[in-house]
């Protein structure tokens, strides 16, 4: 069965500081891919996502995810978080066979001034 | 208003009280999806709708019953609940039908206690 996994519950980084969130993922085939994030009070928001091509994909608000097939990831980063970056982030898969997303369990980024 | 809209933002109910949740997209998406999102769990898909049609009910119990009278409004109508169902519950949506590469757009949700 197709699985998703955010190994960090949270992570806690400095103000100016870089960061990665992890996702790796279970399935056979190369899935669609997602980052989400939930801002305290609001729904999800799509960061990235990636179908094929490149495998360094660029979103919003300066964050940038890098699929390797090697190693069933999709990592999250930005160069240089900003205290509004404090939240909660969601990788999600995708997978032809069926519709619906398989979502990680979340990793909440807590930001230091 | 914009993007997908839910009413109540916060609800507190008994076990036997009897409530409805509410959420309205203005995007003109096809598909809508109610999710519960419980602390430290993935995101649980609860009912999909696709052009008012209800296409999945992943073996959600019977006290929750879901309504799409139209492509823009979703209901979730609650009933004798339990202290386990309190959780975040989100509405999304997504334009065409459901699928698995589809952005979905989510409202800013629902916290359900029940007491």
């Known amino acids: ?113 | 208003e914009t993007g997908v809209t839910q009413t109540p933002r916060h609800l507190v109910m008994g076990m036997t009280n009897k409530k409805s949740l509410k959420c309205e997209q203005h995007l003109g998406h096809n598909a809508m999806y109610w999710y519960k999102q419980s602390a430290k769990k993935p995101l649980e898909l609860m009912f999909v709708y696709n052009f008012k049609e209800q296409t999945e009910n992943n073996s959600v119990p019977s006290r929750f019953s879901p309504e799409c009278p139209n492509s823009s409004h979703l209901f979730l109508h609650l009933h004798t609940l339990q202290p386990e169902d309190s959780a975040l519950y989100l509405c999304a949506s997504s334009p065409g039908g459901p699928s698995s590469y589809n952005e979905q757009f989510f409202g800013p949700g629902t916290r359900l206690t029940v007491l």
């Open chain 1, 1 to 113: 069965a197709q699985s998703v996994t955010q190994p960090d519950i949270h992570i806690t980084v400095s103000e100016g500081a870089s960061l990665e969130l992890r996702c790796n993922y279970s399935y056979g085939a190369t899935p669609y891919l997602f980052w989400y994030v939930q801002s305290p009070g609001q729904g999800l928001q799509l960061l990235l996502k990636y179908f094929s091509g490149d495998t360094l994909v660029q979103g919003i608000k300066g964050f940038e995810a890098e699929f390797k097939r090697s190693q069933s990831s999709f990592n999250l980063r930005k160069p240089s978080v900003h205290w509004s970056d404090a939240a909660e982030y969601f990788c999600a898969v995708g997978v032809d066979s069926n519709y619906q997303l398989i979502w990680g369990a979340g990793t909440k980024l807590i930001i230091k001034p």
